[in-house]
């Protein structure tokens, strides 16, 4: 086993060009001209994979300093079972969650796993203050389990509804703290619960899509596809939430493209969402930049109805600079959508054709797939990468015996922000 190094990169602002050193946990342009993401630019254009454990095999495309214990790593492989029932002959799945006999070894079922593991190696100046990360639930749970086992201080934010999100095989460190917004809530209030306490001296944000190291952490799922197909994909694709797996997929094929060795193309991102909670299908197939409006009661109602609950982000990183709008566009890029009915033949699909169950926001995008290939979205013959972003969660809670952790505050669903600094001062004292 290679000794690890820290990843020589520097940051790019999307906005204004401007490079500069990763100092701060900066999650903009110091300039902050245009609302824009900032970008890691690193210094090996060639993607070497190293002898390290997990994930950090891909240690030199990630903004890290150090790598923790404990991570998997995504997984690709030629599909056989689901490729045929398709027609297609170069389908190839990228599993991202628990299935050991294909050595997937992430213990949350969830490609989440990749965002956490590289965001708490980046370099940290704020190491003083508590982590405060938002989440629809998968997130929560990959955060949760990463930042117990490395003893990483975190508040988690998420909707009470999706608390049954928060599985796990031991018992949370104490350094784990979970608060909730009130039934009836959604992802976005829990982020709204998460913005009010980063404002206090306690606590810094985790930062979302605008952390480079949680993109470049998703974007494995890529890296890992391209290197072992050897080739840059005809197609992605992939169910989203926020789009910041898309964004990031978009981003490794830059670099792919930098590299030189795969070839030069731009996958073409299929990524879909959950209806009746459509609203980056809606504002992409208007071909506007900004996000349509949408009443806030209406929206709740509608993630109410999906089953894929972690697809609910009604604010997404999708019109600033470098966004999802952009990915779309660079990559001639379309939005897909499936029923709860269509995800749920898709996963039954997947189980006895592939032999493993798959979390719900994954089988939306394998509906998705069946949909494009019976409408002649995509050839039979192209190049395809399914991103399965979870899976095998019931098949590690039959092996394993699992607990749930609990909020110690729930507050409503508009709360005061001064009544949860409050709570949030007498919680942490």
Request: charged share 25%; proline share 5%.
């Amino acid at each position: 086993m290679e000794n690890f190094k820290p990843t020589n990169y520097r940051l790019e602002s999307l906005c204004c060009g401007t490079r500069f050193e990763d100092l701060h946990w900066d999650l903009n342009c110091p300039h902050n001209e245009k609302p824009a993401l900032i970008r890691a630019i690193y210094a090996n254009k060639q993607i070497e994979i190293k002898n390290l454990p997990g994930l950090y095999k891909y240690a030199n495309w990630l903004p890290i300093e150090k790598n923790l214990e404990g991570s998997g790593s995504p997984i690709t492989y030629k599909s056989k079972g689901l490729a045929k029932q398709l027609g297609l002959s170069k389908l190839y799945i990228t599993f991202n969650g628990y299935w050991p006999e294909k050595g997937a070894l992430m213990q949350t079922g969830t490609f989440k796993e990749c965002e956490a593991f590289s965001v708490c190696a980046r370099k940290n100046d704020q190491k003083d203050k508590i982590m405060v990360v938002a989440s629809a639930g998968n997130t929560a749970r990959a955060f949760a389990r990463v930042c117990s086992e490395n003893k990483i201080p975190l508040l988690l934010c998420i909707p009470e509804d999706n608390l049954s999100a928060l599985w796990f095989k031991e018992e949370l460190n104490p350094c784990v703290r979970i608060i909730s917004s009130a039934s009836g809530s959604d992802y976005f209030d829990a982020i709204h619960l998460s913005n009010i306490a980063a404002e206090m001296d306690m606590f810094y944000p985790e930062g979302g899509a605008k952390n480079v190291a949680r993109r470049d952490g998703m974007a494995l799922t890529v890296v890992d596809a391209v290197t072992t197909i050897g080739k840059i994909p005809d197609y992605y694709f992939q169910a989203i939430g926020s789009g910041t797996g898309a964004i990031a997929a978009w981003e490794a094929n830059l670099r792919f493209i930098e590299d030189g060795r795969f070839g030069h193309n731009k996958m073409k991102l299929m990524v879909s969402q959950n209806t009746p909670f459509l609203p980056i299908k809606d504002a992409w197939d208007a071909r506007s930049r900004n996000m349509l409006p949408l009443d806030d009661d209406l929206a709740r109602k509608q993630v109410e109805e999906i089953n894929a609950k972690v697809l609910s982000n009604r604010r997404p990183p999708y019109s600033l600079i470098g966004g999802l709008f952009d990915a779309l566009m660079d990559t001639n890029g379309e939005v897909l959508a499936a029923t709860n009915s269509e995800a749920e033949k898709a996963a039954q699909l997947f189980l006895e054709t592939e032999g493993n169950d798959i979390t719900s926001a994954a089988a939306v995008a394998v509906a998705t797939l069946i949909d494009a290939v019976n409408t002649g979205k995509v050839e039979k013959d192209a190049l395809i990468m399914l991103n399965i972003t979870g899976g095998g969660t019931e098949k590690f809670k039959s092996e394993h015996k699992t607990v749930y952790a609990k909020p110690e505050l729930i507050f409503p669903i508009d709360p005061d922000p001064e009544m949860v600094k409050a709570k949030l001062e007498e919680l942490f004292k």
